[in-house]
């Protein structure tokens, strides 16, 4: 059974830092991974998704990492803003076409 | 392009009360999911359509969990009855195609409290 774990489960730092979200999953045959930013009240937004056969992807200000033979995935985020503050969620598609969610990363960005 | 829709936004019911929510898909989009989120945890798969077929719906407790598919379009969800631990967020989602290189896409989900 496929676990995904997010670590820390909470973070804060101060505007303008460079800071990265991690993610780890059990079992290495994925097809795909996601991460995803939640706005309190709101729902999920895709921010990024890297196939199984990719290294990387960026978009802006962020940039996604993926090793599947050790199980990590790690979330970058340049020069950030508070206006980045949000849950960070990452979710991989198993072998059964199933996503599976981590529990997220709170992130508080502070002026 | 308008995104997935959901309602009610909000709602609160008595325990052993019945409740059904409703899931509007993006346009074209043959995959619909229904994920339940209790406070403070990632979301977690109830149950995956292709079309109007159930694909997954291990981790739905059917005993008191329903929920369909009509026409491979819009869905409904259904909770009866409701226990305490079922409050929750429910969120609806749909993607093109199943298939590994889709993004999924969300609605802002509709967010139960039973009392």
């Known amino acids: 059974k496929q676990e995904v774990t997010q670590i820390p489960a909470a973070l804060s730092v101060p505007e303008g830092e460079n800071l990265v979200l991690n993610c780890s999953f059990t079992?290495?045959?994925?097809?795909?991974l996601q991460w995803f930013r939640q706005d309190p009240g709101k729902g999920l937004t895709s921010l990024l998704l890297i196939q199984s056969s990719q290294r990387e992807q960026t978009s802006g200000r962020l940039n996604a990492s993926l090793d599947k033979s050790s199980g990590r995935s790690t979330l970058y985020i340049a020069a950030s803003q508070p206006g980045d503050s949000a849950t960070y969620l990452c979710?991989?598609?198993?072998?059964?076409?199933?996503?599976?969610f981590g529990q997220g990363t709170r992130l508080t960005i502070n002026p | 392009e308008a995104g997935v829709a959901q309602s009610p936004r909000y709602k609160i019911i008595e325990k052993r009360q019945s409740v059904a929510f409703w899931c509007n898909p993006i346009s074209g989009h043959a995959t619909l999911y229904w994920y339940q989120q209790i406070l403070g945890q990632g979301p977690k798969l109830l149950i995956q359509f292709q079309n109007n077929g159930v694909v997954d719906d291990s981790q739905l407790p059917k005993d008191r969990f329903s929920a369909e598919r009509l026409k491979g379009v819009d869905s409904t969800l259904k909770i009866q009855p409701a226990k305490l631990e079922d409050s929750a967020v429910y969120l609806c989602?749909?993607?093109?195609?199943?298939?590994?290189?889709?993004?999924?896409?969300f609605g802002e989900g509709s967010w139960l409290t039973v009392v």
């Open positions: 979710a991989v598609r198993d072998g059964a076409q199933k996503l599976v």
């Open positions: 079992d290495s045959a994925i097809y795909n």
């Open positions: 989602a749909s993607s093109l195609v199943r298939g590994r290189g889709n993004t999924i896409y």
